[in-house]
C-alpha cells in the first residue's frame, strides 16, 4: 500500500502547523508541528484499515468518486480523509485529495 498527497493537501498540513499554533490549540509551535506530523504518519499507516465510506456528492469537487476514512485524534476531533484508490502493478495506491475535521464539514458528511 502506498499514500500519496495531493500538493494542495500537502500544503494543507503546512498551513495547518501555523493554525494550531496561532489560534492556540498548541502553546509551542514544535507541539503543533509534532500532531501534524503524528496525523500524516496514522494516515500513511492506517489509511487502508480504516472503514471506507462513500463520500456525499458536496465533496464531488474535490474529486468524483471518491470514500472517506475517518481518524479520530482527541475526544473533540475527528479528521476525514477523502481518497481514491488504484492499482499499479499489483500494489494499491491511495491518493489523498482532501482532508477536514468535524469542526469545519461535519455537516456535510
Known sequence: MN???TPKVLLYFENLI???YDKEYFSFLET???YVEELVDDIKTNLS???HKPAPVYFDKFGKGMKY???KKSRHTTWYVFFKTYEEN???IYLVRYIANNHTIAQYL
Do not use: C, H, Q, W
Request: hydrophobic share 40%.
Open 90 to 92: 499489483g500494489k494499491e
Open 32 to 34: 503543533s508541528k509534532k
Open 49 to 51: 484499515t480504516k472503514r
Open 69 to 71: 476514512a475517518s481518524f
Open 3 to 5: 499514500v500519496i498527497f
Open 18 to 20: 501555523i493554525t494550531l
